[in-house]
């Protein structure tokens, strides 16, 4: 069973908007945190929003005011609105969950990742 289903990317125009939607597996439970990171051609993975199970957002400064993360606990899924997308923000999203899948330990899920891109 694949541990995070990503959908929503695509091409969009700058000034537009988009959103992104993360399914959690019922395999995971106990999920503390979850997040959105993307990662552009050439450079590093870095961190975009990330949600706590209380609802604490965090952002990274070059999406503050544009973007958007929300979640749905019931239906295990996180989500990433994006208003006002730039070129700069074209990259590969990926869902991030922290969660367990069994009683041992806290693990880090990520999913396959979904292509986002803004054009001029």
């Known amino acids: 069973q694949v541990p995070l289903v990503e959908s929503g990317g695509g091409l969009v125009q700058a000034g537009g908007s988009l959103r992104l939607s993360c399914v959690a597996s019922e395999s995971i439970y106990s999920i503390v945190t979850m997040g959105w990171y993307r990662q552009a051609p050439g450079k590093q993975r870095e961190l975009v929003a990330t949600i706590t199970s209380g609802d604490t957002t965090n952002y990274a400064d070059a999406v503050k005011g544009r973007f958007t993360i929300s979640r749905d606990n019931a239906k295990n899924t996180v989500y990433l609105q994006m208003n006002s997308p730039k070129p700069e923000d074209t990259a590969v999203y990926y869902c991030?969950?922290?969660?367990?899948?069994?009683?041992?330990?806290?693990?880090?899920?990520w999913g396959q990742g979904t292509q986002v891109t803004v054009s001029s």
């Open positions: 991030n969950v922290l969660g367990k899948d069994s009683p041992a330990s806290f693990k880090n899920f």
